[in-house]
Antibody
Framework: QAQLVESGGGVVQPGSSLRLSCAAS????????IYWVRQAPGKGLEWVTA????????YYADSVKGRFTISRDNFKNTVYLQMNSLRPEDTAVYFC???????????????WGQGTTVTVSS | QSALTQPPSASGSPGQSVTISCTGT?????????VSWYQQHPGKAPKLMIY???KRPSGVPDRFSGSKSGNTASLTVSGLQGEDEADYYC???????????FGTGTKVTVL
């Protein structure tokens, strides 16, 4: 069945960079957009970014615009999240997720990874 | 873009029903038929319970139902069971500029 596995989290200092990966299996990856969602400790869910199936369209929350970049490699079935100029408020568990419908990034998220933890602290 | 507004908590006894509201604006909840609901148990990834306002993914019990009226969406859990105790989040597509927004979350307690 469809599966997403995140990796790349860690502890970094403010101002540092980190790249997260989201490896997909069990579905036609190249037909689906992918989201990143984060959850700060003890807080709610926050949508971060999304990329269309063909990488032509990228969308970002205002809180990360200009600092984070989403990309994908449809040959490796992987989506990346490049995070630059990290701030303490970026500390969170980062989840990647896919929509239920291959034709739209609007419908929601039916498959989620287990998450990877990013801690930004001096 | 502000988060959608949900009540912090809701509760009910086993077998009862509980309804969670999710209030947005005409730019998100009220403007599109793309409201989704997620259940999250502590330390776990969220699970999709409802998408496109009222559609249930395969495997989700029909005790879970969704609806929308104007700028407010609702999730109803009927026949509450102990395993329904969790945090619930709504989310909505919010157009090209803001794209996606989550709700503030509601903790459901089964008494």
């Amino acid at each position: 069945q469809a599966q997403l596995v995140e990796s790349g989290g860690g502890v970094v200092q403010p101002g540092s960079s980190l790249r997260l990966s989201c490896a997909a299996s069990g579905f036609t990856f190249s037909a689906y957009g992918i989201y990143w969602v984060r959850q700060a400790p003890g807080k709610g869910l926050e949508w971060v970014t999304a990329i269309s199936y063909d990488a032509r369209n990228e969308y970002y929350a205002d809180s990360v615009k200009g600092r984070f970049t989403i990309s994908r490699d449809n040959f490796k079935n992987t989506v990346y999240l490049q995070m630059n100029s990290l701030r303490p408020e970026d500390t969170a568990v980062y989840f990647c997720a896919k929509p239920p419908d291959s034709s739209s990034l609007r419908s929601g998220m039916d498959v989620w990874g287990q998450g990877t933890t990013v801690t930004v602290s001096s | 873009q502000s988060a959608l507004t949900q009540p912090p908590s809701a509760s009910g006894s086993p077998g009862q029903s509980v309804t969670i509201s999710c209030t947005g604006t005409s730019s998100d909840v009220g403007g599109y038929a793309y409201v989704s609901w997620y259940q999250q148990h502590p330390g776990k990834a969220p699970k999709l319970m409802i998408y496109e306002v009222s559609k249930r993914p395969s495997g989700v019990p029909d005790r879970f139902s969704g609806s929308k009226s104007g700028n407010t969406a609702s999730l109803t859990v009927s026949g509450l069971q102990g395993e329904d105790e969790a945090d619930y989040y709504c989310a909505s597509y919010a157009g090209i500029k803001y794209f996606y927004v989550f709700g503030t979350g509601t903790k459901v307690t089964v008494l």
